[in-house]
């Protein structure tokens, strides 16, 4: 660098590792013969990590990164001293498209948003290349991710899918603005869903679970019964608060602020459900408060990041040797059938729990799961 250039150390401004306040890399540049002195100032993803080792690993490979590139002859007061906008690395392209998106996206996106660009950063960061320019990102390397969503996290089928669409998504944003020719992930296949992909417990497995949990993690069992008698979605049950359960007529209210098609529906609370809700002692606690708050327990915070909870289920599903296909929504398939054994096949009382619109799709559901009764088929003789 010439020696008209002067410029102090990257540093961290982090609030006292404080992590409600957006961090960045701070660093003085001046111009010797002007005596003219700038102050820049770069987040480059920090943010999006939620933990003080995180935020400062990240924090320590920008600051490596800026260190590089002044000593190389980087000007600050130059035209092109500031590529952030014409051509951002990934990690501040993600941070960047996240914070246009966010506001006109619905909670639920949002949340899945953020949750998918946080693992891609992490992934980024765990290779060091999370400062690279977004057309140095190919297929290679997109495929490499998308194979260790497969390999380290076990996803398969449509969550596998899910984060395929996403980043998909944040490329082609960087497409239209032209930080990359390129989008490495629209050219990755996405994995095949069968149509009968949902799949109940037997009831050998459904008992070994409820007992399992009821003894060793009664909130979790509390949870799945909500699934298993309302077949109510974990998202839409981290939303409900105590008022939202009418006591009276034995009915729980799912409002249009947390249904998924933004209307108000309700579900009955079947008779064997009653003791169980009465157990939980809700009427004694405040009714704003979540059902399933801060660790799936009442409370006043709400559980956010759903995706925790078939996590939480799951580690305990494996460690009873159950079917590793048979999930979280186990629980509302099992209850379906046990609902269309017991009604003897009556689809439209099962429809109206089931909050289905249409008749049709009910009947595409009990298909999925193997129940369409053809009795004239099944009796007939040739």
Not at 32 to 60: A, F, M, P, V, W
Not at 125 to 135: A, D, F, L, V
Not at 250 to 269: D, G, L, R
Request: proline share 3%; glycine share 4%.
């Amino acid at each position: 660098m010439s020696e008209r250039f002067t410029w102090t150390e990257p540093k961290l401004c982090s609030y006292n590792y404080n992590l409600s306040k957006n961090w960045f890399i701070y660093f003085n540049f001046t111009d010797t013969l002007t005596g003219d002195t700038i102050r820049k100032q770069y987040r480059g993803g920090i943010n999006l990590h939620k933990t003080k080792e995180e935020r400062i690993l990240h924090s320590n490979a920008l600051k490596a990164y800026w260190k590089k590139h002044l000593k190389a002859g980087w000007n600050a007061f130059g035209d092109d001293e500031d590529n952030s906008e014409t051509n951002p690395t990934i990690s501040v392209a993600i941070e960047k498209i996240l914070t246009i998106k966010t506001p006109n996206l619905g909670l639920r996106t949002q949340q899945a948003y953020k949750y998918v660009t946080k693992l891609f950063i992490e992934w980024l960061t765990s290779k060091r290349i999370q400062n690279i320019y977004c057309n140095e990102f190919d297929i290679k390397k997109a495929q490499e991710y998308m194979d260790n969503l497969t390999l380290k996290k076990g996803y398969s089928g449509r969550t596998y899918n899910d984060h395929l669409t996403v980043l998909s998504t944040f490329f082609n944003c960087f497409t239209d603005r032209e930080w990359t020719n390129k989008n490495p992930f629209r050219k990755i296949k996405k994995n095949e869903i069968e149509i009968g992909r949902n799949i109940a417990f037997s009831e050998t497995e459904r008992e070994l679970l409820k007992n399992h949990l009821y003894q060793h993690d009664r909130q979790m069992y509390y949870f799945t019964q909500f699934i298993y008698y309302g077949f109510i979605r974990r998202s839409e049950l981290t939303r409900l608060r105590i008022f939202n359960i009418d006591f009276k007529n034995q009915s729980i209210i799912i409002p249009s602020s947390a249904s998924k098609n933004k209307k108000q529906e309700s579900v009955v609370i079947p008779t064997s459900f009653v003791k169980i809700i009465e157990e939980m002692n809700l009427q004694q606690l405040p009714p704003t408060w979540f059902i399933f708050g801060r660790n799936l327990k009442p409370g006043p915070v709400q559980y956010i990041n759903y995706n925790h909870i078939s996590t939480r289920h799951n580690t305990v599903s494996k460690a009873l040797g159950i079917d590793p296909q048979k999930g979280l929504y186990s629980w509302k398939h099992s209850g379906a059938c046990e609902v269309y054994r017991v009604l003897n096949g009556d689809m439209y009382s099962l429809m109206r729990q089931l909050r289905h619109t249409e008749l049709t799709t009910t009947q595409i559901y009990l298909k999925s799961l193997g129940l369409v009764d053809n009795t004239a088929i099944r009796n007939a003789a040739w």
